[in-house]
Nanobody, 127 residues
Framework: QVQPVESGGGLVQAGDSLTISCSARGGTFRTYPMGWFRQAPGKEREFVAAISWGGGNTYYADSVKGRFAISRDNAENTVYLAMTSLKPEDTAVYYC????????????????????WGQGTQVTVSS
């Protein structure tokens, strides 16, 4: 089965850009719809972005629409989250998730729709 592993988090300033990655080990990556979620201190985990297994469809939370972009490289078994115009409120642990099955073009934004989760990568945005 697939095991997501996030990387690329760090400390940036407000207005900066940062791209985080998720490499999926095991499984057949190209058949998994993928998603990014985040959890800030003292808050519940929330949806950020999702991409269909073919990469042809994406979906974003309103809070990041126009600033973040999700993409995937199925040949490299990797999904990316490119973040621009970062704000202090984007500070959180970012988690990558993979879903078993699902038709192409479908995206999923509820965390209980995903089956495999990474350990997370910390993104901190200073003001």
């Amino acid at each position: 089965q697939v095991q997501p592993v996030e990387s690329g988090g760090g400390l940036v300033q407000a207005g900066d850009s940062l791209t985080i990655s998720c490499s999926a080990r095991g499984g057949t990556f190209r058949t998994y719809p993928m998603g990014w979620f985040r959890q800030a201190p003292g808050k519940e985990r929330e949806f950020v972005a999702a991409i269909s297994w073919g990469g042809g469809n994406t979906y974003y939370a309103d809070s990041v629409k126009g600033r973040f972009a999700i993409s995937r490289d199925n040949a490299e078994n990797t999904v990316y989250l490119a973040m621009t115009s970062l704000k202090p409120e984007d500070t959180a642990v970012y988690y990558c998730a993979a879903r078993e099955g699902g038709s192409d073009y479908y995206v999923y934004w509820e965390d209980d729709e995903y089956d495999h989760w990474g350990q997370g990568t910390q993104v901190t945005v200073s003001s």
